[in-house]
T-cell receptor
Framework: KAGVTQTPRYLIKTRGQQVTLSCSPI?????VSWYQQTPGQGLQFLFE???????NKGNFPGRFSGRQFSNSRSEMNVSTLELGDSALYLC???????????FGPGTRLTVL | DAKTTQPNSMESNEEEPVHLPCNHS???????IHWYRQLPSQGPEYVIH???SNVNNRMASLAIAEDRKSSTLILHRATLRDAAVYYC??????????????FGKGTKLSVKP
C-alpha cells in the first residue's frame, strides 16, 4: 500500500498570503489528523477529521481551517499568514480513531 | 489526556540494548501506552503500544509496570538507524474518544558507533 502523501513538500509564502496544503491518506483509512511541528513548541495537534466531519480541534486560531473530502483526502488552509506559521505541517491517517497513526513526510512552510 | 515524563536525551552504543523510560503516574484505566519515534527529517512512526501486559514486536519490546505508572521501551540491539526522538504517549479508548495524539518533548536517543 502507498503511504500517506503530502503536497507540496516545500512552500515559501509571504506574510498576509494564504496557503492550502493537501494530504492523501492510506487507501481505506478514514481518519486524518493534522499536526504542526516547530522547534519551540514541538508537535502540536491541529485538527482531526473522520468521514468528512471535524471530530476534534486543537488550540489554534481560526486562521487555521481544514476539510475532508468523500475520498478521505484532506486539505488544510492557513489564511493571513504570519511569520510564526513557519513550520513543518504533518498529516497522519488511521483506519479509525483507535488505530495506529501513519504519518506523511510533511510540508515545510516558510513564511517570509 | 494524562501527561508523560521522559528524559530529554539518552546515549547508547551500537549493538547494545537501550531502555527508554517513561513515567505516567496519572494514567487512567482506559489509557493505552503508545510509543512513536521520529527520525531526522521524517514524520513520526509508530513503534509499539500496550495496555497492561508486556508487548513485543519486530521493532521493540514494551515493559509496563504492574501499577502502570511507568513503562520502558526496549530496543534490543541499537543500530545507528535507531537514532531518533522517542515519544511516549497515553491514548484513551472509550466512547467518543479522540483519535489525535498529544506529543510531549520526547527523548532524543543518540547511538554511537
Amino acid at each position: 500500500k502507498a503511504g500517506v502523501t503530502q503536497t507540496p513538500r516545500y512552500l515559501i509564502k509571504t506574510r498576509g498570503q494564504q496557503v492550502t496544503l493537501s494530504c492523501s491518506p492510506i487507501s481505506g483509512h478514514r481518519s486524518v489528523s493534522w499536526y504542526q511541528q516547530t522547534p519551540g513548541q514541538g508537535l502540536q495537534f491541529l485538527f482531526e477529521y473522520f468521514s468528512e466531519t471535524q471530530r476534534n480541534k486543537g488550540n489554534f486560531p481560526g486562521r487555521f481551517s481544514g476539510r475532508q473530502f468523500s475520498n478521505s483526502r484532506s486539505e488544510m488552509n492557513v489564511s493571513t499568514l504570519e511569520l510564526g506559521d513557519s513550520a513543518l505541517y504533518l498529516c497522519a491517517s488511521s483506519f479509525d480513531f483507535w488505530g495506529r497513526q501513519f504519518f506523511g513526510p510533511g510540508t515545510r512552510l516558510t513564511v517570509l | 489526556d494524562a501527561k508523560t515524563t521522559q528524559p530529554n536525551s539518552m546515549e547508547s552504543n551500537e549493538e547494545e540494548p537501550v531502555h527508554l523510560p517513561c513515567n505516567h503516574s496519572t494514567i487512567s484505566g482506559t489509557d493505552y501506552i503508545h510509543w512513536y519515534r521520529q527520525l531526522p527529517s521524517q514524520g513520526p512512526e509508530y513503534v509499539i503500544h500496550g495496555l497492561t501486559s508486556n508487548v513485543n514486536n519486530r521493532m521493540a519490546s514494551l515493559a509496563i509496570a504492574e501499577d502502570r505508572k511507568s513503562s520502558t521501551l526496549i530496543l534490543h540491539r541499537a543500530t545507528l538507524r535507531d537514532a531518533a526522538v522517542y515519544y511516549c504517549i497515553l491514548k484513551g479508548y472509550y466512547g467518543g474518544s479522540q483519535g489525535n495524539l498529544i506529543f510531549g518533548k520526547g527523548t532524543k536517543l543518540s547511538v554511537k558507533p
